[in-house]
């Protein structure tokens, strides 16, 4: 996973602004001026969240997709109106970007936060996709020490019970294969840590994990274990020895597997492209994986995703050698990243999901990667956000149950004339729900 860039707002100065500059424009004129706010922008992740930054909880109300918008309030004579500029981004969409689906819809959802955090944002989410069924919670247990791949992390109480409120819901866990898994540890060092796994000696730390997932009633966990082992971040990489991971990899899943009441699933999954090992001299047979899943960025600068599909060991291979398996295909990790706010990116990525249909795909939502808590990226962000408003398990994206699409006005332009906009800075304008803007011939019209 990428590093992140962290910034800091203030809350309450926002808003301060804000009621100051209400005050001004209300005050230029005999009566009271309408406000209307429309929309709501991503939550911001926190600080000490190594995959995500803070999430502010705005104080204006979220607008409610689910009913028409109300009319606005006609020209009355002795009430001057100060309309609100409509912000692209949040509001709902006026056609889906891809073609609506019979049948099932490929489930999803997004990394939003390991802990509780991130179970709390998923009906944030939710909400701000007019309601969309996001089936796939994913977390991370953190591979300091054995004691975290164990499962002794207490945020699993809570997405285990997130899981079971729905029994159409998946839960994803990403699983360390070794202990100090982000400590650069040297290449000579995992060799012996690969054999002495393929040994044996790390059997019971895994069992444990497999047992306490089954007390906290979720045996069906999607297990996506050593993930991006081609690459050369982690400590259970494949490269310094393919041979003792495959059997490394093949002693944890039987261990799992032998835990009474378990239906775990076992997710392969490497980064996109060669790296610095071929993925396929990893995969461990097709006895011990049930899934064969990608992690996808928009990576590296200037590639296109034409190429990140023709690449080797990209996108196609993937999903042919997949087939040729007789395996299902998962994106537990994609997004933006070193080509920045990309839609032609996020277009094409959901479309290829679209049309080959992975088990489940979670989009890692921080910055650089993300479209709802990373406000770097709104020209995705509307894009991610049109394609699956209002989707549901039994519907195509913009077809949910009760989901009206709220009228918007074209980016840049005023709602009316004559309509003097105020830059309020963008974090006002964030609790607000839009820009402001006063009309100067209220003195007229009032007369």
């Known amino acids: 996973m990428a590093p992140q860039h962290r910034r800091v707002r203030t809350r309450a100065m926002a808003v301060g602004a804000a009621a100051f500059v209400v005050s001004a424009a209300l005050a230029a004129g005999p009566a009271a001026g ?3 706010a429309e929309g709501s922008t991503p939550a911001l992740p926190g600080p000490t969240e190594p995959a995500a930054r803070a999430v502010p909880t705005p104080t204006v109300p979220t607008p409610d997709f689910s009913v028409p918008p109300i ?5 009355v004579p002795a009430v001057p109106e100060v309309p609100v500029l409509h912000r692209p981004t949040p509001t709902a969409p006026t056609a889906p970007t891809l073609p609506p689906q019979a049948g099932d819809v490929p489930a999803f959802g997004a990394f939003l936060a390991s802990d509780e955090r991130g179970v709390a944002r998923m009906e944030e989410l939710s909400r ?6 996001l089936r796939v919670g994913h977390t991370y247990l953190p591979g300091n020490r054995w004691s975290d791949i164990e499962g002794d992390i207490r945020f699993l109480e809570s997405w285990a019970r997130w899981r079971n409120a729905d029994e159409d819901r998946m839960f994803v866990l990403n699983v360390p294969m070794q ?3 982000e400590a650069g540890v040297s290449d000579e060092e995992v060799r012996r840590l690969l054999r002495r796994g393929a040994a044996g000696e790390f059997d019971h730390h895994f069992r444990a994990l497999a047992e306490r997932l089954v007390d906290l009633k979720v045996p069906d966990t999607i297990v996506v274990l050593g993930w991006e082992m081609n690459g050369v971040t982690y400590t259970h990489r494949c490269g310094p020895d393919p041979q003792a991971w495959k059997r490394y990899w093949n002693r944890i899943v039987t261990t799992m597997r032998a835990v009474p009441g378990q239906k775990f699933r076992f997710d392969f999954t490497p980064s996109r492209g060669r ?5 396929t001299e990893c995969y461990p047979g097709d006895d011990t994986v049930d899934i064969v899943g990608m992690d996808s960025y928009d990576q590296p600068s200037g590639m296109s995703f034409d190429e990140q ?5 990209g996108l196609r291979a993937h999903v042919d050698f997949a087939k040729a398996h007789g395996k299902p295909i998962s994106y537990a990790e994609w997004g933006l990243f070193r080509n920045g706010d990309n839609p032609e990116y996020m277009r094409r990525m959901l479309a290829w999901m679209e049309e080959h249909r992975p088990l489940y795909n979670t989009v890692t939502d ?7 808590q990373c406000d770097d990226n709104p020209e995705s962000s509307r894009v991610y ?4 408003y209002g989707r549901t398990h039994d519907a195509g994206p913009g077809t949910g149950p009760d989901v009206t699409p709220a009228p918007s006005a074209p980016a840049g332009e005023l709602p009316t004339e004559n309509c003097s906009p105020l830059d309020l800075g963008r974090w006002v304008e964030y609790w607000l729900g839009g820009k402001l803007c006063v009309r100067f011939d209220w003195w007229s019209r009032s007369r």
Do not use: Q
Request: hydrophobic share 35%; charged share 25%; aromatic share 14%.
């Open 128 to 133: 701000w996709l007019g309601g969309a069924e």
């Open 309 to 313: 599909v023709k690449e080797p060991y």
């Open 366 to 372: 921080y910055c650089p990667h993300g479209v709802w």
């Open 34 to 36: 309408a406000v209307r």
């Open 385 to 388: 956000r049109d394609t699956l």
């Open 71 to 75: 009319p606005a309030v006609p020209d």
């Open 179 to 181: 202990e100090r898994n």
């Open 275 to 279: 790296d610095a090992v071929p993925w």
